[in-house]
């Protein structure tokens, strides 16, 4: 049975313990159609002070929340959608396998009303070479979560303001990001519908789509302790923000899983006597491993990247 699930709260914190409590809880499959007021969302692996336009998101009032699945940060408005599936993990099926199965009935949904939207990559949805939708995904024990954004409305000038971090703290020799071209799904429509009944068309392509799909409503006892999830974890500046890391030395290395931002000090003789490690990459890396890993590695760009890259996520 897949559940799908009718709750209005826009508020982010709110959402992403929801969608922490329903994948640690529940056991039925459940699929969520939600959006979130002005925030801005990050991975889990992410330093959140390297990430966030901080001077810009204090001056907005912007909330900052961490979410469980890895990937990295994107800016929510009431202009986005954001979609999940929650369900056991299928037997032997890789975190890719997961990525295109759950994108292919929204990209479905999308071909449908005459939008050629497609996967690229790993887990990205583009619309003529331009991004509209990001995945991301974590496992807690059988069970996995993928969520991902759908630009529909968005505005897209705030989106660029909130997420230009100081990527100056990296050294000139480090490979910065790259920032997707994107765009708004409603673009590419002719006979534009509101957010609103956009969404509504989506769940009811669902329906059709998924005929043992039924409506769940939180009870009293899921609120509450949805509620406590919020408070206890992501409305705290521990798990949102961390501390600002205090090292000498940063440099950002690019890997075929993502990029890591590497912050440590180093010894008389150039050895790395102190590391932590952050970064957007997709999956659960074994961090505490590399970074034990990289204490004595001589501070060498080619050492580095050949360490770090000799590392994967898992699964």
Excluded at 65 to 84: E, K, P, Q
Excluded at 250 to 264: N, W
Aim: proline share 4%.
């Amino acid at each position: 049975m897949l559940l799908i699930l009718d709750h209005q709260s826009t508020n982010p914190d709110w959402n992403l313990a929801a969608e922490e409590y329903l994948l640690t809880h529940f056991t039925d499959s459940v699929f969520r159609l939600w959006r979130n007021a002005p925030s801005i969302i990050v991975g889990r692996h992410q330093n959140t002070w390297a990430e966030v336009n901080v001077p810009y998101v204090q001056q907005h009032s912007i909330p900052v929340v961490r979410r469980l699945s890895g990937g990295g940060a994107v800016f929510h408005d009431l202009g986005n959608i954001n979609y999940s599936f929650i369900e056991p993990k299928p037997y032997g099926e890789e975190s890719s396998g997961t990525f295109k199965r759950c994108t292919q009935p929204i990209l479905s949904a999308l071909n449908h009303i005459g939008v050629e939207a497609y996967l690229s990559g790993r887990n990205d949805l583009l619309i003529k070479g331009m991004k509209f939708s990001g995945t991301a995904q974590c496992q807690v024990h059988h069970r996995v979560l993928l969520h991902g954004t759908l630009l529909y409305s968005s505005s897209l000038s705030n989106l660029g303001e909130a997420l230009k971090g100081p990527r100056s703290k990296f050294t000139k020799r480090a490979v910065p990001s790259t920032a997707s071209p994107v765009c708004n799904i409603s673009s590419h429509l002719s006979d534009i519908p509101s957010v609103e009944q956009f969404m509504d068309y989506l769940a009811d392509y669902m329906r059709s789509t998924y005929l043992n799909m039924h409506l769940y409503e939180y009870t009293r006892n899921d609120l509450a302790a949805i509620e406590n999830v919020a408070s206890a974890k992501y409305r705290t500046k521990a798990w949102n923000w961390g501390e600002e890391p205090q090292f000498s030395r940063q440099t950002e290395v690019k890997t075929i899983f993502g990029a890591l931002q590497l912050y440590f000090d180093t010894d008389s003789n150039g050895l790395i006597s102190r590391i932590r490690l952050f970064g957007d990459y997709v999956g659960e890396m074994e961090r505490e491993a590399l970074e034990a890993r990289l204490i004595g590695c001589r501070a060498e760009e080619e050492r580095l990247v050949a360490i770090c890259s000799a590392s994967s996520p898992l699964p």
